[in-house]
């Protein structure tokens, strides 16, 4: 059975791969991420133990590919402190913060959407070429690129933190991890 698993976790990248692929599809598919981030704490419930960031996170499985090389740059006092973690978890919460209020000024009509991606919250970037053209709620719309655009933001800095430290230290921040550590105390 672990030879089984083991077996599968190269390729669960894949996962991560086609998230980001079905956005130029249709962004409606960026709304995947509700799935991304509520799956590991379900199984954190079911098994109380973080199966998700031990075997089967598609990210974890991503930054493998590309932190292959070596040798690797010694790890920041930041993240080994676990500052990082503050950080990113405040991160994550502000971002989360900005989506639900956001969308909600949107749906009562007091802000247009951002039919964009936007970088770590403030960075506009370009709307993504859609393959299928839906005609969705400004609110859909606004919450499907906020969803992609704070996918996108985190894995380009796990991309970039693997390539110069070592494949898996998105996983020492990542706040996914460090709330399933405060459910599993």
């Known amino acids: 059975m672990e030879k089984q698993k083991r077996g599968l976790l190269p390729y669960l990248f894949l996962f991560t791969l ?13 709304n995947l991420a509700i799935f991304c981030v509520a799956t590991p704490f379900v199984l954190l419930s079911v098994s109380k133990k973080k199966l998700w ?7 974890a499985s991503l930054l493998n590919q590309v ?4 040798p690797w740059s010694k790890s920041p006092l930041l993240i080994r402190t676990g500052r990082a973690r503050t950080i990113m978890l405040w ?12 969308t909600t000024r949107i ?9 964009f991606i936007r970088l770590f919250i403030f960075i506009p970037l370009f709307p993504l070429p859609q393959l299928i053209h839906l005609n969705l709620s400004p ?4 919450l499907s690129y906020r969803f992609y655009s704070m996918m996108l933001s985190s894995t ?21 991890g460090t709330l399933s550590n405060t459910l599993l105390k």
């Open 18 to 30: 086609t998230y980001f692929a079905l956005g130029f599809v249709s962004i409606v598919f960026a």
């Open 53 to 59: 960031c031990q075997h089967y996170c598609p990210r």
């Open 67 to 70: 932190g292959r090389k070596k």
């Open 107 to 115: 749906a009562l009509g007091k802000m247009e959407p951002f039919a």
């Open 156 to 176: 380009i800095l796990a991309a970039v933190l693997a390539r110069i430290y070592r494949p898996r230290i998105w996983c020492a921040m990542c706040p996914v």
């Open 139 to 142: 609110v859909l719309l606004h």
């Open 91 to 102: 991160y994550f919460g502000l971002n989360l913060l900005f989506i639900i209020g956001s």
